[in-house]
């Protein structure tokens, strides 16, 4: 906007009558309360959104009442005002900042005009985490229907209900066609019988891969041959391995393209899985656990094939380092923020509906978003470091850390079983030398929980101490666990006692006692691993045959 621009547009904003949902006033004569800035940039980017403008505005050197000039030294250095973008994307959904900042000078002193932009269709802009919106000249939290109004707008069109023109059934992989039959199945066990009746086309509309009969492509997404990626040109099929070395240099990658069902296996087999020691010295603390939770690495795969923009061309991608992966996919996070998903429980959104679905009914994601919740509550349980979302240039990623970065968050989380994700978030943000407002380090110091002068804080020392009663014993106990002495003794026990025993009867006496740090799957290959080892030392020997074991001591 030239001079002649910006005057004529500031002339139009003080000639409305009072200040709008969409244009706000304010002195500012010398400085002003970056939290407060940040506050009114969603509000006025939410409600230009639902007013169906294209920008709202926030402007310094303004008197509120009168509307008469009366200048601003706000930033007077061009550099530190531009500097503004980045500190309020910082903090955004989406990592949204200013459209621009114009300075205009007139007699009566300096204006400063922020340019706003409309929040994005479908994508409501949170300040750290938090809606705002204004109700006339009040700034306030953005109620649940204006929230409900701008999510419920239509981004695009479902790019993967499209049918493939040419598609048959000869090009879905067999065996994915297989895996899926098994998948639907556990989904519904009520259906079993009828499922192994259905021919595999009937499967597929049942399933929600198929619309009457055709080949979509979400199907050929989860369950096409490598050679069907054609049908859904130019869009990709293609996860992306790469694995890194200690420079940042690529030491080695592979594509993998679809069916996507059986990818996701292959991708994960790449990654190297290694065992973490707690070097602590703390009794709270296990004393080892693999770097990543085989849970965690598939949901952050399925939630990137789920969330990805395939309009755009581009691939999703997983890059290994020594001790964290990132995940990443094209396309902006529509829940509008993490915070939005883990604090607000914020009603869960898909880029492409019918292949979500599809991948529902193949039990692969859960559409109520709880998988998100689910990966911070696994890393929390291990006393690693929360997943760390980048959101921006349309694009997601998520790193997942494999190691503790800070022992004193660790031994809080081990220590407070019952802190509040809230306090774990900023905590995280703490660890990993993240900003944080006013607000946030006002509220952590009310706690005791972090010492330090801004921009420098840290997890305050003091709150770490010993175990206070036997609820936190028994805590320590069911995550670390006994050693595996003792629970072959347990089971040597058992076999003195009653003689033999099947698999099922190990699993009885030992998965309940297992530590609770071990999901299911681990556990039982936990028992596995205790039965093997009995054998290797002959203690035990197995009286019938391998697929039905009956395990017996050796006197």
């Known amino acids: 906007m030239t001079n002649n621009d910006l005057l004529d547009k500031l002339n139009e904003l003080r000639s409305l009558p009072g200040e709008t949902e969409v244009v706000e006033f304010k002195e500012a004569k010398n400085q002003y309360d970056f939290n407060k800035i940040g506050k009114y940039f969603s509000a006025l980017s939410n409600e230009a959104n639902l007013k169906g ?10 008197a509120d009442k009168g509307k008469q000039v009366v200048g601003t030294r706000y930033r007077p250095n061009r550099v530190e005002l531009d500097r503004l973008k980045g500190e309020i994307a910082n903090k955004t959904t989406n990592r949204i900042t200013f459209l621009e900042i114009y300075e205009l000078i007139l007699p009566e002193g300096r204006v400063v005009l922020f340019q706003i932009p409309a929040a994005p269709r479908g994508i409501p802009i949170a300040w750290e985490g938090h809606y705002y919106g204004r109700d006339g000249e009040e700034l306030g939290p953005l109620n649940i229907d204006e929230i409900e109004r701008i999510r419920s707008q239509q981004v695009t069109a479902d790019w993967s209900v499209g049918i493939c023109p040419g598609a048959t059934l000869d090009d879905i992989d067999p065996r994915a066609l297989e895996r899926a039959r098994v998948n639907f199945t556990k989904k519904n066990p009520h259906l079993a019988g009828e499922i192994r009746a259905w021919d595999d086309m009937t499967f597929l509309n049942k399933a929600k891969l198929t619309i009457q009969g055709k080949i979509t492509r ?24 790469i694995l890194k070395g200690h420079n940042g240099s690529s030491r080695d990658y592979e594509h993998f393209s679809c069916p996507f069902l059986l990818t996701v296996d292959e991708v994960f087999k790449k990654i190297r899985i ?7 010295g703390e009794t709270l603390f296990p004393e080892e656990v693999d770097q990543y939770d085989p849970y965690v690495i598939r949901e952050a795969l399925h939630n990137c094939i789920a969330h990805q923009d395939y309009t755009a061309g581009g691939k999703i991608i997983l890059t290994e380092g020594d001790d964290e992966l990132t995940f990443s996919n094209i396309g902006s996070f529509l829940p509008g923020s993490v915070e939005a998903v883990i604090r607000l429980n914020a009603p869960h959104q898909y880029r492409n509906p019918f292949l979500a679905n599809a991948m529902v009914s193949l039990n692969m994601i859960d559409t109520i978003g709880s998988g998100i919740i689910n990966m911070f509550e696994t890393q929390r349980a291990r006393f690693f470091p929360m997943p760390e979302y980048e959101l921006g240039d349309n694009r997601v990623k998520m790193t997942l850390y494999g190691r503790v970065l800070d022992i004193n968050f660790a031994r809080l989380l081990a220590q ?13 943000k703490v660890q990993k030398k993240r900003p944080l407002g006013d607000s946030e380090v006002k509220h952590l110091r009310s706690k005791g929980y972090i010492e330090g002068r801004k921009p420098n804080y840290f997890v305050a020392v003091q709150v770490i101490k010993p175990i206070p009663d036997k609820n ?16 072959k003794k347990m089971m040597l026990e058992y076999l003195d ?11 009885s006496l030992l998965l309940e006692k297992l530590p609770d740090i071990l999901s299911k799957k681990q556990k039982k290959a936990k028992v596995g691993n205790l039965i093997s080892n009995l054998r290797i030392s002959n203690h035990i020997r197995n009286t019938g045959n391998a697929a039905k074991p009956v395990w017996v001591m050796i006197k």
């Open 416 to 428: 407070n079983p019952s802190l509040s994700i809230e306090d774990i978030l900023l905590l995280d």
């Open 218 to 241: 979400a199907a050929i997404l989860l369950l096409g041959r490598s050679e069907s990626e054609h049908f859904i040109s130019p869009a990709v099929a293609r996860i992306t391995w």
């Open 472 to 487: 936190l014993k028994a805590q320590y106990i069911r995550q670390r666990g006994f050693d595996d002495a003792h629970y």
């Open 53 to 62: 403008l294209r920008s709202a505005w926030l402007i310094f050197g303004i």
């Open 274 to 280: 290694l065992k973490y020691r707690y070097m602590t």
């Open 497 to 507: 006692r009653y003689g033999s025993a099947t698999r099922q009867d190990f699993d």
